[in-house]
């Protein structure tokens, strides 16, 4: 049986019609991944430093004990995560400066508080190496 012209031409067409189709869907699903994906939590951190040290004030969520906390501090940066949260507050970020992570400590704010609606902090005291006033306490960007 013999094809006609009209029918062997179309053949390539339709795959090529079908090639960008299933492209277009590729192109559509990676930008909902994107969009949908989970986001890192934006997170108020405030913060204050004098010469010898740098003090940041991080959010503690309500119903969060000190145990949940799991935070290291290095010279250079700093991991900070909190138990139930799906991604840390601080995925070892870089500091604006070395810091003396032996005597630099974190400690939940007020330590007891009298009102149990007390909205608390995480209070992260580090220690600079260098007396110095820096213009953030991260490297990537002034806050």
């Not at 869907?25 to 405030?46: D, I, N, W």
């Amino acid at each position: 049986m013999a094809t006609s012209p009209q029918h062997s031409e179309s053949g390539p067409l339709l795959i090529l019609g079908l090639v960008t189709l299933l492209s277009a869907e590729l192109v559509l699903l990676y930008l909902l991944f994107k969009k949908c994906r989970k986001q890192a939590p934006v997170v108020e951190v405030g913060w204050t430093q004098d010469l010898n040290c740098v003090e940041i004030d991080v959010p503690f969520p309500a119903g969060a004990c000190s145990r949940d906390v799991d935070c290291k501090i290095k010279s250079g940066s700093i991991f900070l995560a909190i138990k139930g949260q799906a991604q840390p507050i601080f995925d070892n970020k870089v500091f604006f400066k070395a810091v003396q992570p032996e005597d630099s400590n974190w400690q939940l704010w007020p330590v007891a508080p009298k009102d149990p609606n007390e909205v608390r902090h995480i209070k992260i005291s580090l220690v600079k190496k260098e007396e110095k006033i820096w213009k953030s306490p991260f490297g990537d960007k002034e806050l």
